[in-house]
T-cell receptor, first 113, second 113 residues
């Protein structure tokens, strides 16, 4: 089965800095990857996703990089703001499973003013 | 922006009792899911539901669990005889189809005493 893990449970950055959150997955059959943000008392909020036929995808202030060779995924947040403080989860889904996501444990991002 | 709505936000029940957790998905979504998150642990897949039947389920989703979409609007998760270890946040999620990301509700916190 799939195993998804985040490299660091916590990350603290200064406002305005760029943040990088890393994630590793184990199943080479995974073909869909997604990052969620979770604020206290709320459900996971979609940030950005990427399929295995791509290695980079950009959104507003966020970039996801996928390295299938080493089974590594990262989320880059540009110009981090205090409102970005939350727990960030990566998740992966195997081909054909239709969103049977395996989540990592989460990285708590704290943005210091 | 349309939201996935879950009720109640917090449910307390005694061990052995039945509970029903309710979700109102986004109206044009076709695929529905339940995930759960035990305190301090990963978000875990329970079940996916499409076209009024279960598409996939995890090992957690045993005979004590059931789902239904009785009226084309609500999507419910029933636990027939709750156990202490069922205490968790339960998240409902939905998607329009396989190309759009999962949208989660804010969850129901289930506490079994």
């Amino acid at each position: 089965g799939e195993s998804v893990g985040l490299h660091l449970p916590t990350l603290s950055v200064q406002e305005g800095d760029n943040s990088i959150i890393n994630c590793a997955y184990s199943n080479s059959a995974s073909d869909y990857f997604i990052w969620y943000k979770q604020e206290s008392g709320k459900g996971p909020q979609f940030i950005i996703d990427i399929r295995s036929n791509m290695d980079k995808r950009q959104g507003q202030r966020v970039t996801v990089l996928l390295n299938k060779t080493v089974k590594h995924l990262s989320l880059q947040i540009a110009a981090t703001q205090p409102g970005d403080s939350a727990v960030y989860f990566c998740a992966a889904s195997p081909r054909g499973s239709n969103y049977k996501l395996t989540f990592g444990k989460g990285t708590l991002l704290t943005v210091n003013p | 922006e349309p939201e996935v709505t879950q009720t109640p936000s917090h449910q307390v029940t005694q061990m052995g009792q039945e509970v029903i957790l309710r979700c109102v998905p986004i109206s044009n979504h076709l695929y529905f899911y339940w995930y759960r998150q035990i305190l301090g642990q990963k978000v875990e897949f329970l079940v996916s539901f499409y076209n009024n039947e279960i598409s996939e389920k995890s090992e957690i989703f045993d005979d004590q669990f059931s789902v239904e979409r009785p009226d084309g609007s609500n999507f419910t998760l029933k636990i027939r005889s709750t156990k202490l270890e069922d205490s968790a946040m339960y998240f409902c999620a939905g998607t329009l189809q396989g190309i759009s990301p999962l949208h989660f509700g804010n969850g129901t916190r289930l506490t079994v005493t």
